[in-house]
């Protein structure tokens, strides 16, 4: 079973940047489609971005559109996600998933099967 490890997250200014990183253990990303959904309290978990690891092929969440880029670390196996110009309303708990979606469901939760514990992002203003 594929575990995931999120890590990378913390306190930054608004304006700062964030690099996340996901790590797989007891699998590889080979194969999947690998995203990163966020969450605020108080708020449902939100699709943020995805990438399929064969092909590349990226999807974004308009409210990142241009500020963050999803990328994939194929000699350590990891899925990037570079955050740039963070806002406010960036911050949330950022989980990483893994799943099989066709390309017009790589924003779906219910596509994604193995899912992290998260890691914390806040941007203070």
């Known amino acids: 079973q594929v575990q995931l490890v999120e890590s990378g997250g913390g306190l930054v200014q608004a304006g700062g940047s964030l690099r996340l990183s996901c790590a797989a253990s007891?699998?590889?990303?080979?194969?999947?489609?690998t995203a990163w959904f966020r969450q605020s309290p108080g708020e449902e978990r939100e699709f943020v971005a995805a990438?399929?690891?064969?092909?590349?092929?990226?999807a974004y969440a308009d409210s990142v559109q241009g500020r963050f880029t999803i990328s994939k670390d194929s000699a350590k196996n990891l899925v990037l996600l570079q955050m740039n110009s963070l806002k406010s309303g960036d911050t949330a708990v950022y989980y990483c998933a893994v799943g099989r979606p066709i390309t017009s469901a790589m924003a779906t939760q219910s596509m994604y099967y193995y899912w992290g514990q998260g890691t914390q992002v806040t941007v203070s203003s």
């Open positions: 990438i399929r690891w064969s092909g590349g092929n990226r």
């Open positions: 007891g699998g590889t990303f080979s194969g999947y489609t």
